[in-house]
């Protein structure tokens, strides 16, 4: 299961939440350390999240795997990402 994603200047998905990492697949990589800002368009609503890139890996397709540490992520977001993407 994912949820998709919009960015200023590309989209994507987020496959996967561990506690404050999130695991994408994205249309751009991102240098380890560089922010981020995401849109996560879940069916609650839009929740906007900043974070941190860990690491970047071009796949097959084109796509990048992306690897980041959320910010900016409160109690409640963290709740709500945990229930959209179950283990």
Known sequence: MSVPVELADGDGEVVAFEGEWLSCVLSR??????????????????????????????????RFAVKLRGVSLHRGQREALSKALPD
């Open 29 to 62: 990589a991102f240098a380890p350390g560089s922010p981020v800002s995401l849109k996560i368009l879940l069916e609650a609503g839009p929740l906007a999240v900043r974070g941190k890139a860990a690491r970047s890996r071009r796949l097959e397709d084109g």
